[in-house]
């Protein structure tokens, strides 16, 4: 059975809310796709470190969102300092992580932010800011990939297989099976 991913790529606006906002409403646009995963670019709520009241405003929008759509949804914020992963699963507590491994029920596995794996069952996702922490050379050796950026640094690129696409430096989602 192939899970419905969609990888969102936005430059976020100047308030937290605004960009709460704007995830939920496309959220709600994509809504019918029933999506298994939401991949969010990197520091989508604040281009600077949110600070302890807003993680907690976050986590409770995550949660609500995550909950309702009964999808799981990973972005990464910079967060006292330090840029992390947010993992909201539904019905659960949110996870802010370096980096993630999830073992799916079909044999497959997704890696965020981790070690590049090559092998056929794994999806390797990074989630990156507006600013370049991998190097994309590598990702070409990889057989399936998601490298999610903002637009503003348009290197946003997805391989499964030997399909590939490119994001871009427009706003908007990419939406895949897998």
Avoid at 29 to 58: A, M, R
Avoid at 148 to 166: A, C, H, R
């Amino acid at each position: 059975m192939k899970l419905n991913f969609l990888a969102l790529q936005f430059n976020p606006f100047n308030s937290l809310e605004e960009n709460m906002e704007h995830i939920e409403g496309m959220m709600d646009f994509v809504y019918q796709k029933k999506l298994s995963f939401f991949f969010i670019n990197g520091n989508p709520f604040k281009n600077s470190s949110i600070t302890d009241d807003e993680l907690e405003q976050v986590s409770d929008f995550l949660s609500a969102l995550s909950d309702y759509n009964n999808c799981t949804i990973i972005t990464a914020q910079t967060y006292n300092k330090k840029y992390q992963l947010f993992v909201q699963k539904p019905y659960e507590s949110l996870e802010v992580v370096n980096s993630f491994e999830l073992k799916l029920n079909n044999g497959k596995t997704l890696i965020f932010n981790s070690e590049l794996n090559e092998n056929e069952n794994f999806f390797n996702i990074f989630i990156n800011p507006n600013f370049e922490i991998t190097n994309l050379e590598s990702l070409e050796h990889a057989t399936n990939y998601l490298y999610l950026t903002q637009p503003i640094l348009g290197k946003t690129k997805i391989k499964i297989g030997e399909k590939k696409w490119i994001g871009g430096n427009l706003e908007g989602y990419l939406f895949f099976s897998w």
